[in-house]
């Protein structure tokens, strides 16, 4: 099993960035970044091929986030442009050791996830 802890999350304005982290504590084949806002469905948002910058991101984020790795493979980021209200939620790293289908994330896809960052977007 791999441990991952986030960082990264605050309070800005809509418009404003924040960018995530992720580390993990060995490699993986897929990572991801999914999120939960208060009465609603974890949501995938991004992901990414290990080793590969084959990326998956959700309709409502595509054009404002980017998901990136670092070189050591087992490090994940999330850069957060223009930042809406409705993009406030509890975000989620996550991660599988196998490489699954980018086409449309499923939490049951992932084996690891880590605690949770609160990112709030006030208007």
């Known amino acids: 099993q791999v441990l991952l802890v986030e960082s990264g999350g605050g309070s800005v304005q809509a418009g404003g960035s924040l960018r995530l982290a992720c580390a993990a504590s060995g490699y993986t084949g897929t990572m991801a970044w999914f999120r939960q806002a208060p009465g609603k469905e974890r949501e995938g948002v991004a992901a990414?091929?290990?080793?590969?910058?084959?990326?998956y991101y959700a309709d409502s984020v595509k054009e404002r986030f980017t998901i990136s790795q670092g070189v050591d493979k087992k490090s994940m980021y999330l850069q957060m442009n223009n930042l809406k209200p409705e993009d406030t939620a509890m975000y989620y790293c996550a991660a599988t050791p196998l490489f699954i289908w980018l086409g449309n994330l499923n939490a049951l896809d992932f084996r690891d996830w880590g605690q949770g960052t609160q990112v709030t977007v006030s208007s």
């Open positions: 990414i091929y290990s080793g590969s910058s084959d990326t």
